[in-house]
């Protein structure tokens, strides 16, 4: 009973003592929106749209680790195209680094 008891305190615990880190806010279908020190990134599609991130490379990385492109980001605000097959990559912009699904 003890044991149990134990158990039950720990993880009602664990589960208000963790915060809970959320790495993409559902916009709309199929839109996903990252936010990590000023630099926005917004995936729809094969479309990246890229904010806060101006004289910066944007990477694209396949899951094995290949690197499939790299963008240098000119302006503030820069739409960029994919042009890559359906699947998943890895997107790096400095420090920023997501894993996003093209379809």
Same mark, same amino acid.
């Given at each position: 009973?003890?044991?149990?008891?134990?158990?039950?305190?720990?993880?009602?615990?664990?589960?208000?003592? #963790?915060?809970?880190?959320?790495?993409?806010?559902?916009?709309?279908?199929?839109?996903?929106?990252?936010?990590?020190?000023?630099?926005?990134?917004?995936?729809?599609?094969?479309?990246?749209?890229?904010?806060?991130?101006?004289?910066?490379?944007?990477?694209?990385?396949?899951?094995?680790?290949?690197?499939?492109?790299?963008?240098?980001?000119?302006?503030?605000?820069?739409?960029?195209?994919?042009? #890559?097959?359906?699947?998943?990559?890895?997107? +790096?912009?400095?420090?920023?680094?997501? +894993? #996003?699904? #093209?379809?």
């Amino acid at each position: 009973m003890k044991k149990t008891l134990l158990i039950f305190s720990m993880s009602l615990t664990l589960m208000f003592a #963790v915060p809970s880190l959320v790495a993409a806010v559902p916009v709309a279908p199929g839109i996903e929106e990252f936010i990590d020190d000023d630099i926005t990134i917004t995936v729809h599609g094969q479309t990246v749209m890229v904010t806060g991130a101006q004289g910066k490379t944007l990477e694209v990385v396949s899951l094995t680790g290949r690197r499939i492109m790299a963008e240098k980001i000119e302006s503030p605000a820069q739409k960029i195209e994919l042009n #890559v097959p359906k699947g998943c990559y890895i997107l +790096k912009i400095g420090k920023v680094v997501r +894993k #996003v699904s #093209v379809r």
